[in-house]
């Protein structure tokens, strides 16, 4: 029998409920090298977190962070919790020798990021930053077309992250609307997927311009605040805060060593948007064209077809010849969301026991972050700013 | 300069105006070995047929069609009247040595239609039905592409024609709803274009098995009528009377030599669908798909693509490439609906003082007419007849 | 704690995996009112069977089907074997006392599906049949709309279910291209599914006129046959078996009490089309289209919409607003083809204990059953025959 | 009889005919209070124009522009020449009373521009700048949305014009590739053009950031150049010359009174994209996007809509419920692109002998020459400009 990994998960809520699934899932579909055990979730509330556990599979309970971190029985931990806490956890799993999945953005600023990257180094620990789209099989059949050369040379990436979730402006204030809770908002919420997802198929982005703008400056007060699954809860408060974060953050952008023009759009104010994470690059062979809210199938122009016969070819990648597929289903059964971190957690195990490395690392998100970074300081100061 | 020719057009309504636009269009746009000329227009009504042709474009004006195709100095004889009327006019035109163009159906009836191919043989003029979807560049390229085996043995024909414009059962009645004006409903009318196109562009169809429906039943009179540009008279009538033809069509169909298959709708009953005449094809090598409503693109798959590459391709039959398209714009610059006529007119110009004969002539409407008598029929015994 | 129940499945192969799976999952995304306990796995292949188990989940394993439908300690017993094993299973299973789960079609012949609908209902079982589409939450809210009459009187059904991973003619014979073993081909395979959303939907189908096709004749023998999951074992063999089931089935089709117009194709041979699962449907007040490829959406026109904004919507079913999907993740992320069967297990374990009934049961299997037979009848007999 | 005006046309080529067209069609679709003569085509080469005047239905021919706009008999001066020319062509029109049409951009400079604007205001002459795309139905009707307040607080512009008709290297140097000739590349060409629809649907922007490109820096010289419409002549030439334009322009926007976020992009490098100006709008009330690639539809999203029945609408804009589309087909039945400039000629007439102002006028085009030089402005200092 294969050797097992104890596996702890701090956070219960939307990504905790992602996690949790992977976990249970990954072995029934992949050949993982080590068995992961779901060990312990950790969240807050101890009630709260006892019913999760019990509905999402995991053995044990905590309410204590600090705690899990250092228990000698735990070889993984998983973090789905609000940005401003992967910094401090990360680190202290890190210096206990644990590995370390982390949602995206990895931090609330560079400066958390970069020293989060440091103790991951220093300890020797695998660690990995949950970006997690990079892991649909559209996308990673872009990948190797990229990889070899079938789009040449790249002279556009035009990318925009598109929701509509809080556009009435009676969708109350939660932790996502706030700079000291999630460090931005569109920007580091979804304008970080695009950017890691133009890092992980063009290149690294070298110089932004930007602006930013919130355009609902307040918000109602609701007691526990009201998360992405809940829209139900507004109309309640008396009160209001104010949202510290951006609505929507735009920007231009340049590759390090290519002249390949970017533009970036990640908003939460695109009504009739649900979740359209869409990327498309042109190169000088051929485009292609994908969004997450068909995330089934990506759009792919052949520059080589005949001239009568050209155009953009709406591919599924639903067939054992794209990545990761032949572990479900047939050609034409889709696979859905939640799959992606299914492959994310494969991936992460993947590289236990073995010097294989596989991305994104906390270098990845280091990286992004540095980007995100430099769009907000761009919207300040009103110029281009150097990555 | 070039020879003329001298063209009168019987008919002055919806497919008077597409035909005098293509009349006096073609020669911009196309080098005709003939130079046509827009000699005179035919309709019933004295007063409303000279403001037409002052509108469209013609020299003269007639309300007498006997006296019309007996005159010496025309050369080509149009019809755009309603059906019924095609066999007469046809007939007399072609005795008296005119070359005649006829929109389709050809004819109300089967031996109408026979009698109408009869004459032209033996009067030796040139002749076209109106099956004017044959022009467009998409459907042109499909021919090529089937015919050059690019999609191998063809295994289905899948066709509708849908339209929604009588849904409203207050829609009055017309010359289109009556059976002795029109001869059938959406069968002869949209019917006999699925039915031309899968001519065309398979073969022969040699039976088929059907069903018809008339919705509704009754429908109010109307003084002059209602056409289909004008949904607006409904509602002003007091008297009802009885719609003769069927408002829906729907048969399967086996092929002349081949083990195809095929499914046809024909309707005027479908919501939402202004005029979708769409058909899909699949073969051993690839598949099209194709539809008026968007008549600048098709669909095509290639089975020879890569796996993982794989998918139907939207091309754009707007490229130089593309049959007629040169004549007009740059890539990707959309034609419209007229100018499938005016194609249409360009190829029945191309063969007079030639032995060269260009499609659809009679006889091709002549074999549509066959499979919708066949339909009829099949509707009628409840059993597959032969064509 | 819940009281549990004990599911034995039979069947370990591709349906086999879509069940176990949703076994696996249904209570950690919906709260059914007793426990499922996976508790035996069966197939024919003790060894084959005990690594299957392990990798699905169950805890046991057997290779004696007769044993397994006897056992005290099962409650459920769940086929997802061939076809012509779901009559013996079935009726064995519901004579035991067992609740039983079929996959779709019910049988290979009415006689069958009749005798075993005889069976759970002499036995007082709960029952289904696994038309499990109809589980889809796009399905579920076109039956809501079509049931609110939001769709006014249903003019035309227009479905197809297109598939294409036989069109190779090297693609070897297997249980699904044998009479014997399927039943027929195309047809029951997948023509039984758009039958049964028609059903669903619409109503009942009342009679057919129906055409088949075998395009290839004979396949390659290969050991073990070749399944649905994998096109590559072809080209090995030397001997050579006839295929004696349809490649293709076409049927028109009227609904009882109805007017509806319906045309229907069940192909194996669409390339380019994977799993193309489409059904239109057009009222008098609005229309839907629908396929499974892109499972997560469907068009919708609501002819009450102003004339000029009037068009079809892309729905996204991804909202909690859509039947299932609060269970998942927020909106605009998708499920996949999977969850279809968790639904179907949540919906068929919400009736145990109660007297509630959740369909698609066997008498809708029967239903279902009785179109097939009548057009396999109707293509003998080239005429409409009755259902 | 209607009063006749007299047009001249300066400029042959790709615009040439499409105004030509125009001209020769406006009074058979539409009732123009005047009557347009196609008095005279201008252009450099007497043979060439000769016979273009013949093609198009020009009655006379000149190669001496100056003389052309003093002729006492000419009421309208159209011009489809280089942009260089159209300031010193446009202002000696005005002076000597003319009524002017110019393509666009209006010019080379945003000073030229300006002078242009003056002459016309101070000869008091009816004047319009070619941003034909504002005439589609559909971007009518989206204005009229707009204008109407259907889409409440209008949040993201996103736009982009992509082309990909000289991504070839060889592709030869043509006018439109010099500065002197074209005063710019993709931004001047095809980003006006977004521009403009920008400031047509929502309102003037008031500052930019900016990047532009010139992917290929050298290409062949070929006697005569190359031009749209041909791309066949590279390969012959043996000398190179410098591209002193750009090849794409990127760019973020602010408008004036709003906190509208915008990004553009125009660009030849986009393969697969032959004419995809693409312009999608997201407000607090509903969304809109377009492209004219498919210039027969828009997509629009109501926010209104029940939650389980929302999504982005397929507006077919070919309605006779769409501005300008009664003068054409019934319902379903497309206009292409050409028809485009029939509306705009259209509109010109419209504006003759009353005080009525048809925009774009040359102050239009002023407006949007300002931003133009503003991204180019940006692009250098590497920071907002203001416009």
Redesign the interface.
Known sequence: PKKTVNVALIGKA?MGK?H??AW??V??FFDPPVMPVMKLLCDVNLEETKAAAA???WQEVSTDWKEVVKRKDIDIIDLATPNFLHAPMAIEAAKNGKHVICEKPLANTLKEAEKMLKAVKDAGVKNMCGYTYRFNPAIQ?IKK?IDGGELG?L??V?A?Y??D?I?DPDFPLNWRLEKATAGSGALGDIGAHITDLAHFLVGEISEV???T?T?VKERPIVAGGAT??DKKLAGKATKKGAVTVDD?A???A?FKGK?T?????A?R????????NCIEI??????VIWN??????FL????A??????????????????PFVSH????????????LFVHEMYEFLRQLGSKTVTHPTFEDGVKCQRVLDAVEKAAKS???EKV
């Open positions: 939307f992602t949790s699934n249970r899932q072995q029934h509905v999402l599979g059949t077309m040379n002279f556009h035009r925009t598109q929701q979730w556009v311009s930007a602006a703008e355009f992405i699954d929507a735009i920007y231009l340049r002249n023009l970017g533009t970036f759009e908003t104010f695109a009504p009739g948007r649900r979740n359209y042109y190169g000088s062979k051929g485009s997450q809210e068909d995330m089934h199938q792919y122009y052949n520059g077809d005949k001239p009568d016969r050209q155009g953009f070819r709406k591919v599924l990648a639903t067939d054992p010849a794209h479900w289903w047939p050609s034409g059964h889709n696979i859905g969301y939640e799959h009103r110029r281009w």
